[in-house]
């Protein structure tokens, strides 16, 4: 039995975070045309992956779809900040659909990993898009200039910057065992005469030779 899932309240859903997610700049100039066009294609996608047959978990659709949508959004988001005459995006979008379409749906079938399968979605949509936009610009459709705007934009690039490693913070522990190195060389000034001094001495040093060996090790490999 082919598995199916309420891929109408999922477009309304990925629709709305999209509104939460648009550029102010897309925002202010596209909203509308913008959601309208997310909702359908994750609509078209979602119902065309729940009648597909040969794909039975509906967590996978769901996947699926929720891909095809986070690419309409950021390839539209690039087709109206690359100045190309709005009546071009709905093919262009088109043709990017089916392609994700087409990769995701044979990714799946072929049991590629997830990773394998949006590495090859963004190759051959980024292939599909430089396409479009060069038949635009081989029929005189569109401006050498625009072309190569629309080749320079990724808003996906900038949707998700890069994660830089925090550095590691050092100074609550230099602290500690500053704190620490003080309490014992107190305890050797006004209490001498304590019979575990020397234990104490022992555990210091040992815990001091271990903190700064650690800090030397944050220090050279968290740069």
């Known amino acids: 039995m082919t598995a199916v899932f309420d891929y109408k309240s999922f477009a309304k859903n990925l629709t709305k975070q999209a509104e939460s997610s648009m550029p102010d700049d897309i925002a202010l100039s596209h909203k509308k045309e913008f959601l309208d066009r997310i909702y359908n294609f ?16 509906s967590d996978t ?75 635009l610009l081989s029929n005189g459709l569109i401006s050498q200039d625009v ?40 305890a050797n000034i006004f209490y001498y005469e304590y019979q575990h001094l020397d234990v104490l001495n022992t555990v210091a040093i040992v815990l001091l030779s271990m903190y700064i060996g650690f800090y030397i090790g944050v220090k050279k490999f968290s740069k």
């Open 147 to 186: 072309y190569d705007s629309a080749m320079k934009q990724s808003s996906i690039d900038t949707f998700i910057p890069a994660v830089k490693p925090q550095k590691f913070n050092t100074f609550s522990y230099t602290v500690t065992a500053l704190c620490f190195g003080l309490i014992t060389i107190a």
């Open 42 to 57: 994750t609509y078209i996608a979602g119902e065309a992956f729940s009648k597909d047959e040969n794909i039975e978990n």
């Open 61 to 135: 659709k769901k996947m699926l779809t929720q891909i095809i949508s986070e690419w309409t959004f950021h390839k539209y988001v690039d087709l109206l900040r690359s100045d190309i005459p709005a009546m071009y995006h709905e093919s262009i979008l088109q043709k990017l659909g089916y392609v994700a379409f087409e990769m995701t749906r044979e990714s799946t079938l072929g049991n590629l990993s997830k990773d394998e399968m949006l590495k090859l979605v963004e190759i051959q949509l980024k292939k599909s898009f430089e396409k479009s936009c060069l038949h």
